[in-house]
């Protein structure tokens, strides 16, 4: 399994552009998170669903917006790029069973927004 | 809202010295998550701790849980170079698909 996978790893993006994060996992997890981390704090949760065609907001889902149309996919999307919106993003996926659960980790896309 | 709350923020220690960082939560959970985070690198699992009184070791890390006085320790016993890292505790709540809220971090740095 290569697990969360997220790309790009790097991107500069201009004020005012809009692109997309990629996120892909392989383990046919139902639930899946999008997660910011600004420099020096904790992940913050932006937006998360708990299957394909379900999405719901986190705390600080403005400016963002998501789809889940399979269950291995969960793109973000940045509309109108602003310089708060600079950051690293984690994907996460969710397994559970009876003893609990684990969330997974991709490796981060570092957005800077200029 | 449910607080975390880690504490010491920055932990500077030498080799072979024992310490331990502390995390505080404010609202009932019972799942409790240790995480540890590389420079430039994605989280890494390091412990899930599901029920009070739970004690969890692997290596020189130790990880508690207390859910009735809402704190989870993790104890570094004899630190060496390698475990120096960002430590991050996470609860789990019910809210926004069983979220984790994650406490600020804990930035590791051991001296040879």
């Known amino acids: 399994n290569a697990g969360v996978t997220q790309t790009p790893k790097f991107r500069i993006l201009k004020i005012g552009q809009s692109m997309t994060l990629q996120c892909t996992q392989d383990?046919?997890?139902?639930?899946m998170y999008w997660y910011r981390q600004d420099p020096g704090m904790g992940l913050k949760l932006i937006y998360y669903?708990?299957?394909?065609?379900?999405?719901d907001k986190g705390e600080v889902p403005n400016g963002y917006n998501v789809s889940r149309s399979t269950t291995e996919d969960f793109p973000l999307r940045l509309e109108l790029a602003a310089p708060s919106q600079t950051s690293v993003y984690f994907c996460?996926?969710?397994?559970?069973?009876?003893?609990?659960?684990?969330?997974?980790f991709g490796p981060g896309t570092r957005l800077t927004v200029t | 809202e449910l607080k975390v709350e880690q504490n010491p923020l920055f932990l500077s220690m030498q080799e072979g010295k024992n310490y331990t960082i502390y995390c505080n939560y404010s609202?009932?959970?019972?799942?409790l998550y240790w995480y540890r985070q590389d420079p430039g690198k994605s989280l890494e699992s390091l412990f899930v701790l599901l029920s009070n009184g739970a004690v969890k070791q692997e290596g020189r890390l130790m990880a508690s849980l207390d859910t009735k006085a809402r704190l989870s320790t993790l104890h570094i016993t004899a630190a060496v170079h390698d475990l120096s890292a960002t430590y991050f505790c996470?609860?789990?709540?019910?809210?926004?698909?069983?979220?984790?809220?994650f406490g600020a971090g804990t930035i590791l740095r051991v001296k040879s």
């Open positions: 996460a996926s969710r397994y559970e069973d009876r003893e609990g659960y684990e969330q997974y």
């Open positions: 609202t009932t959970s019972d799942r």
């Open positions: 996470a609860v789990a709540i019910m809210e926004y698909g069983n979220k984790l809220v």
């Open positions: 669903s708990v299957g394909a065609g379900i999405t």
């Open positions: 383990m046919n997890h139902n639930y």
